[in-house]
């Protein structure tokens, strides 16, 4: 006989193979437009000579299913531009920004093909979003839902659905605001865990989700399931940093990379695995550097 699967069972979806992670600023102070690719076994590459306009407090998300954008930031001023990523991690020119110009701002993929850029300030805290169609255009602001906060995080979960959460609204918090897979954002969610600002966050396993390290030189992490749920306080791994950035590789694992720990600028990385343990400091590749993003592609 053959086996019978129930119609309801859960099917995860295999994410992208490589990352990217891209821009930000260097210990003197200098804006970057470098990007460094991961590999789908979460090496990371040289860096790669920059296209663009060099800044830095900005956000990266997947889109189109393969596909990456770099968008807002600030050099300063804020700007509210954005570059593309192609399917092979080339980075494209800028685009004349969409929206509000802001900075520590956060992005996220949904529907599976689609993004969104959410929250930050402009020098007042916001929550407004911009969506991002699958072919890569950014929409207009989209009155924001929630606490307007900025230095927050935000990854996938559930295959098609997202999460924002932790931040800055005038002092730290651990709230979380969900994103259906129309892109609408809910309500604020009570927190879960240590309210942090400068965090970072990707999908792994599949339908899962993580938010980690953060403000002041913390490891911990929160795994998000693949209902959206945070789960409380897990001991951290690896040097206690800020100001990083995370994403997805290698279809269902994740990477936290660069930032600032207890000794300075690092471009050590962390791995997470498909079932969200988190690895011990890798030795960095190219430029340390801070206030950079990240996202996934191919």
Known sequence: MFPIIPAAAAVEEA??????????????????????IVSNAGVVAADTTGVGTARTELAATQYGGDKGIFGYGSIPPRVSMTNLISNTGVAASDVTGVGTARADISACSYSSDKGM??????????????????VGVVATDTTGVGTP??????????????????????????????????????????GVGTARNNLAACSYGGDKGIFGFGYPFLSMTNLISDVGVASTDVTGVGSGKYNLTACEYGEDKGIFGYGSNSSGLTSQT???????????DVSGVGAVKYDAAACSFN
């Open 15 to 36: 994410g992208n193979d490589n990352g990217i992670f891209g821009y930000g600023k260097t210990a003197g102070g200098v804006l970057l437009s470098t990007t460094s």
């Open 117 to 134: 850029f959410g929250f930050g300030t402009d020098g007042s805290q916001q929550s407004l979003t911009n969506l991002v169609s699958n």
């Open 149 to 190: 906060r900025s230095n927050l995080a935000a990854c996938e979960y559930g295959g098609d659905k997202a999460i924002f959460g932790y931040g800055y609204d005038g002092s730290d918090s651990s709230l979380t605001n969900k994103v259906s897979n129309v892109g609408v954002v809910a309500t604020d969610t009570t």
């Open 270 to 280: 962390n791995l997470v695995s498909n079932v969200g343990v988190v690895s011990a």
